[in-house]
């Protein structure tokens, strides 16, 4: 819904649970402008992403944990928190958490979120497990592309996995591309292709696409992801202040 008072414009969303009524989600934006053209635009994006986080985060205790749908979205939610931190023992732990949520309910997302723990331990320094790591990271996006071929998130993890292991670019952006398809909204996507734009000499048409991501700004676990990539992207642009404001 919108609303607006006393020069105030909010869009605001509530999620309740179909059987019981309880509120699953609920949250806000204040924006400025036209409220017609607020509610599409990325303030909507990010809002959504933002629910759709959290709800994951909820169902374990919201719905039946003995249905391994639910069980691994249990497993999932605390790789994903685990994830968040960004140190070397976390990193290990989400991974582990991933693997579990594989083994309750084989969905092809819960390989590609392994997939790009290891990409994270591999980005901030393997050390002696580098090439194992790299190996698994290989073999766990392939069995991704053969299983969830047609999971727009997965196929959009897998992509932004390889190409920040500096894997083909282009294949990376194709993937990307094939994500979008199916959900323009895609914030995983996106930054992909901006970080393929930028790796390509594109930094024009990056920093544009990085942009919009910004503007959507999940507030969710990995909110400081995207101001990582929005940061490289500036860096390759030559937007140091912005670049030094997103770090």
């Given at each position: ?60 205790s919201v719905f039946d944990l003995k249905r391994p749908e639910v069980a691994a979205a249990g497993f999932t939610s ?115 292709l901006a970080i393929a734009h930028s790796a390509v000499g594109d930094t024009e048409r990056a920093y544009q696409i ?38």
């Amino acid at each position: 819904n919108v609303a607006e008072d006393g020069g105030k414009r909010i869009v605001f969303l509530q999620v309740h649970h179909g059987g019981d009524g309880r509120i699953l989600f609920s949250g806000h934006r204040n924006v400025s402008g036209d409220l017609a053209e607020a509610i599409s635009t990325d303030i909507v994006q990010g809002l959504v992403h933002s629910a759709v986080t959290k709800i994951n985060h909820r169902m374990p205790s919201v719905f039946d944990l003995k249905r391994p749908e639910v069980a691994a979205a249990g497993f999932t939610s605390l790789g994903l928190r685990k994830l968040a931190q960004f140190d070397p023992e976390s990193l290990s732990e989400a991974h582990g958490h991933f693997e579990k949520a594989h083994d309750t309910d084989a969905n092809g997302i819960y390989l590609a979120w392994g997939a790009f723990a290891r990409m994270a331990q591999l980005v901030e320094g393997g050390g002696s497990d580098s090439e194992a790591y790299l190996e698994e990271v290989q073999q766990l996006t392939s069995d991704t592309l053969q299983t969830s071929s047609d999971n727009g998130l997965a196929v959009a993890l897998v992509a932004l996995t390889r190409i920040m292991l500096k894997d083909d670019l282009n294949a990376s952006a194709e993937l990307a591309q094939r994500a979008i398809l199916w959900n323009e909204n895609n914030l995983f996507a996106q930054q992909t292709l901006a970080i393929a734009h930028s790796a390509v000499g594109d930094t024009e048409r990056a920093y544009q696409i990085s942009l919009a991501c910004q503007k959507a700004y999940p507030k969710d676990d990995l909110l400081h992801l995207w101001d990582l990539y929005h940061s490289l992207v500036c860096i390759s642009s030559g937007r140091l202040d912005e670049a030094r404001k997103a770090s």
